[in-house]
T-cell receptor
Framework: GAVVSQHPSRVICKSGTSVKIECRSL??????MFWYRQFPKQSLMLMAT?????????EQGVEKDKFLINHASLTLSTLTVTSAHPEDSSFYIC??????????????FGQGTRLTVV | AQTVTQSQPEMSVQEAETVTLSCTYD???????LFWYKQPPSRQMILVIR??????QNATENRFSVNFQKAAKSFSLKISDSQLGDAAMYFC????????????FGKGTRLSVIA
C-alpha cells in the first residue's frame, strides 16, 4: 500500500515554543490530507482538513491560530503548534488519500507524533 | 452528521477462538464506505478491512470478515482463529462516498487475546 511518512515521531518542547510536524505522501499525490488528534485511550478526533494550495478547513472548537496548517505541495502538509502549552500534549496523526485511481477509497496514515509540552 | 458507535469498550478472546466486534453507524447518505482499523501499541493505524456500501457481499480478508447489515446500519467485525498479534485497539470508521471527506471514527474497542 501507499506510504505516508510523519515526522517527528516524538517531540518534547518547552511551554511557549512552537513545534512543526510534517506529513509526507511518499509514493502518491495527495490533494487532501487530514490531521487528527488522539488523547490517551480515546478515539481519533478530526482537527482539520488540509487542501493543497488553499486554506485548511478547521473543525469546530479547533483554534486555527494555534494549529497552523500549510499544504504547499501535493506530497507535503505541515501542522505547526504555536505557543504550545501542556494541554496541547497529545498524539497527532495525519492521513492522506491518493487523489486518483482505485487507491482513492482508502486513507493511509502516518506513524503519528507524540507531543509533550513541559 | 454521521456518527459511529462502538458499544464494547473492551473485549477478550482465547487464542484460536473467534470474536465479533460490534459497530453501528448513522447516516442519511446512500454512497459511503465503512472500515475497520487496528491500532497496536505502536499507534500506527492499520487498515483491516473495507466495505463499500453499494456491495451486498460481505468483505473478507483472510481471518477477518464483516457482517454488513445496511438496513440496520450495522457493521461488525469477526476475527477467526485469533492470534496474540491481534491484540490491539480496533476502530470502526465511516466515510461519505463523494468528495475528499474525512473518516469518522467510533470510540474503539480494546481487544485482548488470552494465550
Amino acid at each position: 500500500g501507499a506510504v505516508v511518512s510523519q515526522h517527528p515521531s516524538r517531540v518534547i518542547c518547552k511551554s511557549g515554543t512552537s513545534v512543526k510536524i510534517e506529513c509526507r505522501s511518499l509514493d502518491f499525490q495527495a490533494t487532501t490530507m487530514f490531521w487528527y488528534r488522539q488523547f490517551p485511550k480515546q478515539s481519533l478526533m478530526l482537527m482539520a482538513t488540509s487542501n493543497e494550495g488553499s486554506k485548511a478547513t478547521y473543525e469546530q472548537g479547533v483554534e486555527k491560530d494555534k494549529f497552523l496548517i500549510n499544504h504547499a505541495s501535493l506530497t507535503l502538509s505541515t501542522l505547526t503548534v504555536t505557543s504550545a502549552h501542556p494541554e496541547d500534549s497529545s498524539f497527532y496523526i495525519c492521513s492522506a488519500r491518493d487523489r486518483v485511481g482505485v487507491m482513492n477509497t482508502e486513507a493511509f496514515f502516518g506513524q503519528g507524533t507524540r507531543l509533550t509540552v513541559v | 452528521a454521521q456518527t459511529v458507535t462502538q458499544s464494547q469498550p473492551e473485549m477478550s478472546v482465547q487464542e484460536a477462538e473467534t470474536v465479533t466486534l460490534s459497530c453501528t453507524y448513522d447516516t442519511s447518505e446512500s454512497d459511503y464506505y465503512l472500515f475497520w482499523y487496528k491500532q497496536p501499541p505502536s499507534r500506527q493505524m492499520i487498515l483491516v478491512i473495507r466495505q463499500e456500501a453499494y456491495k451486498q457481499q460481505n468483505a473478507t480478508e483472510n481471518r477477518f470478515s464483516v457482517n454488513f447489515q445496511k438496513a440496520a446500519k450495522s457493521f461488525s467485525l469477526k476475527i477467526s482463529d485469533s492470534q496474540l498479534g491481534d491484540a490491539a485497539m480496533y476502530f470502526c470508521a465511516y466515510r461519505k462516498g463523494s468528495g475528499n471527506t474525512p473518516l469518522v471514527f467510533g470510540k474503539g474497542t480494546r481487544l485482548s487475546v488470552i494465550a
